[in-house]
């Protein structure tokens, strides 16, 4: 059951030239999608998100632009920096119940290199 | 800036003990949830847990896992005997507002060994 598929385990760009890293999804009744940047023994950390009823979320150097016919999404790093460097994983959130306690469904995540 | 904190950072255990891991949610948040990712896989969902009660759990959340939020700070996540295959990084994260824009807050991850 792969809901959010990652199909590039990694991904490898020069500093300053624009990233992309991309995800596909098959539930269409996800309502928000996120991006999440995790770096070896920490937690991941929350970069953007995007609601299913818009098709583009930029925020300062990330942009997050989403298809939904194509039930894909990708994220955008312009420039791409060193620090960059990690893991980068799509999620989709589902909500559950009354409660709105929406769980998270992440992909199996990008490794991006920014080389200097 | 308010953070999510996890003990411990790391836990070695034999194969059939009870371990519990703790975690403090940020804190006027209402939605908690357990994570785990075990290595070189992607972050698997076990449950979340809003108004003392657990509102969703995965297949993985089996009988042998348990959440309690004993008080008004902590949500811990039991594991009562633990399996080999229960070695993992255990994230809690926790939200706050209801629907919003589905970001959680996840804290740095306590890592389980199980021999």
């Known amino acids: 059951d792969q809901q959010v598929k990652q199909n590039s385990p990694s991904l490898s760009v020069q500093e300053g030239r624009i990233s992309i890293l991309n995800c596909d999804y098959t539930?269409?009744?996800?309502?928000?999608f996120l991006w999440y940047k995790k770096y070896p023994a920490e937690g991941p950390t929350f970069l953007i998100s995007?609601?299913?009823?818009?098709d583009k979320n930029e925020d300062g150097r990330f942009t997050v632009f989403l298809n939904k016919s194509a039930k894909h999404l990708s994220l955008h790093i312009v420039p791409s920096q060193p620090g960059d460097s990690a893991v980068y994983f799509c999620?989709?959130?589902?909500?559950?119940?009354?409660?709105?306690?929406?769980?998270?469904?992440f992909g199996q995540g990008t490794t991006l290199q920014v080389k200097p | 800036e308010p953070e999510v904190t996890q003990t411990p950072s790391h836990q070695v255990t034999q194969m059939g003990q009870e371990v519990i891991l703790r975690c403090v949610p940020i804190?006027?948040?209402?939605?908690f949830y357990w994570y785990r990712q075990i290595l070189g896989q992607k972050v698997e969902f076990l449950v979340s847990?809003?108004?003392?009660?657990?509102?969703?759990k995965s297949e993985i959340f089996d009988d042998q896992f348990s959440v309690e939020r004993p008080d008004g700070s902590n949500f811990t996540l039991k594991i009562r005997s633990t399996k080999l295959e229960d070695s993992a990084m255990y994230f809690c994260a926790s939200s706050g507002v209801s629907g919003g824009a589905g970001e959680l807050f996840f804290g740095e991850g306590s890592r389980l060994t199980v021999l």
């Open positions: 999620a989709a959130r589902d909500l559950h119940g009354s409660s709105n306690t929406g769980k998270l469904i």
């Open positions: 847990f809003y108004n003392n009660e657990i509102s969703e």
């Open positions: 804190s006027n948040h209402l939605y």
């Open positions: 995007i609601s299913s009823i818009k």
């Open positions: 539930n269409s009744m996800f309502d928000y």
